[in-house]
Each structure stands twice: as structure tokens, then as C-alpha cells.
């Protein structure tokens, strides 16, 4: 879980941007890792700049004080319909020159700055009185299929004559970037002709016939891993959701899980004999 941003800089919510700035001072300089050699300083610097940056901003502030965490997770949105609930070689193509890309993990999936340009822009200069040279992060691309980039994966790639295994984590979209601390990975997730993705929510089309639908029946259909069975309930109306809660794809910044859905078509026979032509006359549908 993360921490509560208010809890991180001491203050409370009804505190003044003075109050918040002066938190924020007090506890950057004393956690500042070029200070503060404790094994966890590093992480916790990031966290108060995480919650300055949130804050100190107006409109973030406000989303952050209706909606909590909640409010920077990508997985929100709404859909339509009806619904009822259930409980390949990798393209890596380098993009620019110099150093070795592959010296450290440190994630950066966008949405919140540098907490070291954070702490520079505020103060000026980092410790010693030099200023913090800005790098230029090479960048690389690694073309993923949709079940890697929703699973995670591990790929080995070649760089130079030499093998390199890169993690890509869980949940990672089309077009996101993440930054390591010595290079940035660009992702380029392929298409899928099953499943597709809205936020961390995955729909699929799954047809059933017209009997399944009038009379019920448990069918399979694929998921993010295994197959899965599911009952269709009697009546069931064409273009019906079913929602299997939590079984979407995992929030790469970790704000949990999204669901996945089925949309069922009903099929309507185009070729029917006599007798069962006769026979749906006599149910009269």
C-alpha cells in the first residue's frame, strides 16, 4: 500500500502551501541520499517528492483529497451494456549510442518528475554546491506480444555480441516508457486478435448459439493464462458483459487489478430444415 502523503511530509489536510513547501524542505534535505546513507533513504526521498509534487498543485491536490491514490490510477473508466459478475522473439532495435544500458532496475513508468529535478528546481543546486549534470538516457525499443506485456516476461536480447536478459514487468501498456537509471525502454505491444485492452481491464468476443442462450450452458473461454469455464446464465441477451472481477491485467504501478470481460453475440442460425423451423414456431420466440 502506498503511504498517505499528508502522513509522509507531517502535515495535515487543511495545511497552507507555506506549510506544505516547508515540510517538504525539512524533510528532502534530511533524506536526501547524497546525505542520508540509510539502506531505505533513497526510497523515502522519492516518496516525499512524490507527495510535494501531488501537494503543491492545485488540481492534483484536489484529486488526491476526493479520490486518494485512486485518482492516479490508469485503470479507471466506465462501460455500457448489461452485465453480471463472476467470482514471441523479442524486435529490440537500439536507438541511440554510448555507455552499457543494463547497470541498473530503478522503474519510472511516467506520470510523476525526477524527484531529483524536484529537489533542484526547489533548492538550485544538489549537496556540494554543484550543480546535478543532466544524462541523456539512451533509448531502446522492445517489441512484446500482448500476453507477455499483461504476464511479464523476461527477454534476452543481443547488444553488441553480447546476451542480455531484461525483465519487463506485469501490466505494461503500448507506448509506455520505463526508465532505468542508466537507459529508457521504450514498449511496443503487438496486437491481439482475442483480447483487447481498455485501461487494465481485457474484453474478448465469445460467440454461443441460440440454444445456449435461451437454455444456458457452461462454456470455455481463454483468459491471460488458462482457460476458464463459465456458466452463461438461461436468457442470456446478445451483447451481455460478464465480468470475472480481478482477472484483468495487474496495474504496473501496483494499484491492483483490473477485471476481465466477456461479451457474448448470440449467433442466429441462417439455415434452418422444416422440422426445426416448425419447431420455433411452436415455442413462438
Known amino acids: 500500500m502506498k503511504k498517505d502523503f499528508y502522513e509522509l511530509l507531517g502535515v495535515s489536510k487543511d495545511a497552507s502551501k507555506d506549510e506544505i513547501k516547508s515540510a517538504y524542505r525539512k524533510s528532502a534535505l534530511k533524506f536526501h541520499p547524497d546525505r542520508n546513507k540509510a539502506p531505505d ?74 524527484p531529483f529535478d524536484i529537489f ?67 514498449i511496443d505491444v503487438q496486437p491481439d486478435k482475442v483480447f483487447k485492452r481498455e485501461g487494465n481491464d481485457v474484453y474478448i468476443n465469445f460467440n454461443i448459439s441460440l440454444t445456449q442462450a435461451i437454455f444456458g450452458d457452461t462454456i470455455e473461454v481463454p483468459t491471460l493464462k488458462d482457460p476458464l469455464k463459465v456458466r452463461v446464465k438461461p436468457g442470456t441477451q446478445p451483447n451481455t458483459l460478464v465480468r470475472l472481477r480481478g482477472q484483468g491485467i495487474k496495474d504496473v504501478n501496483g494499484y491492483g487489478q483490473g477485471d476481465f470481460y466477456i461479451r457474448l453475440f448470440v449467433e442466429i442460425p441462417t439455415k434452418l430444415n422444416s422440422h426445426q423451423k416448425d419447431l420455433l414456431k411452436q415455442l413462438d420466440l
Open 120 to 186: 533542484e528546481q526547489f533548492f538550485g543546486a544538489s549537496f556540494g554546491g554543484q550543480q546535478r549534470q543532466s544524462k541523456r538516457l539512451e533509448t531502446y525499443k522492445i517489441s512484446i506480444s500482448f500476453l507477455d506485456a499483461a504476464n511479464g516476461c523476461q527477454k534476452e536480447v543481443s547488444i553488441d555480441g553480447h546476451k542480455r536478459t531484461i525483465k519487463i514487468p506485469a501490466g505494461v501498456d503500448d507506448g509506455q516508457k520505463i526508465r532505468f537509471s542508466e537507459f529508457v525502454l521504450y
Open 41 to 114: 533513504a533513497e526510497e523515502h526521498f522519492k516518496e516525499i517528492n512524490e507527495a510535494y509534487e501531488v501537494l503543491s498543485n492545485d488540481q492534483k491536490k484536489a484529486a488526491y483529497d476526493q479520490y486518494g491514490h485512486a485518482a492516479f490510477d490508469p485503470s479507471s473508466g466506465g462501460f455500457g451494456g448489461h452485465t453480471y459478475t463472476q467470482q514471441n522473439g523479442p524486435n529490440f532495435t537500439y536507438t541511440q549510442t554510448g555507455g552499457n544500458p543494463f547497470g541498473g532496475a530503478d522503474f519510472d513508468f511516467g506520470g510523476f518528475s525526477n
